[in-house]
């Protein structure tokens, strides 16, 4: 029995179900929802967080984690009230994205991976909810803080054997040196997933990271550059190859961003009508279409999710 913590508190793995691995609902940026509140469409990300994901449940969606952190301006009481009004079970993120703090950028990993763990193990921000994954992120490439929060979360991961999961531009083969820098911390790569993976169409490069150990997130859907057919032939490819069990899907969504021009955010739905059922309603059926079977989507949406944490 494995026990994963949710927003709503601890579940067993099994109970996860239908799982999206690389989700948001809210982003937006560290210190300004305690600064600056009114720039934060925090009531519209609660009603259409709901709303979206209570239509995701309706067409068997049962869990979503949230890879928001910190400097992604993490909001676990809007994550905790979407979660009790959609029925969805929601996984919070402790960890670090890509705006690593000043403060942590000449910090020793000794000092940051405690944080992570009270995260893990006493709660976020006094509510008492517990992060049930680490988040880290590289781009361009793996900076010096960049380094100095990979090591961080490899020490907080093996002291809680909490899962870690990444942010990567794959196009810039990040994955690689992630996994080098896990290996040399001592993590058992069977505890990380190297995400994004599917903005890259390299079968050597994705092949490369499944050979040495870590499990692959191809959770850009629709995505870019990349068209999602492209992203579909190639995870079928990587199935019929034999990795169909160390793979996850996700689309990397969000209800409400303050990251993105009114441009951009505007233009989401025309790319993304099906939001958190994209997947569903687009790759599942083309995935059946060229070839694959019901067990390998089994695999891909509840068993592969839940070895996460059981692994
Ligand atoms: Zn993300």
Known sequence: MTIVNTVLGPKDSSELGFTLSHEHILLSSAGIQDT???FIPREFAIEEGIRQLAEAKAEGVDTVIDLSTMDLGRDVRVIEAVAKGSGVNVVVATGTWRDVPRSFAEADPEEIAPLYIRE???GIQETGIKAGVIKVANEPEVSTAGEIILRAAAKAGIATGTPIYTHTLATNRIGERQVEIFEDEGVDLN?????????SADMGYLTGLLDR???????RYPGREVTWQERTEVLWKLIQAGYGKRLMLSHDWSVASTMMSKERLAARPLTNPD??????????????ELGASQS???DLMINNPRGFWES
């Open 191 to 199: 505890r990380v997933c190297i995400g994004h993976s599917n903005d």
């Open 120 to 122: 893990i193990e006493v």
């Open 36 to 38: 600056f509140p009114e």
């Open 296 to 298: 390998h989507i089994d």
């Open 213 to 219: 150990g870590a499990w692959l997130g191809l959770d």
């Open 275 to 288: 939001n958190y059922l994209f997947i569903t309603r687009n790759v599942l059926p083309m995935l059946l």
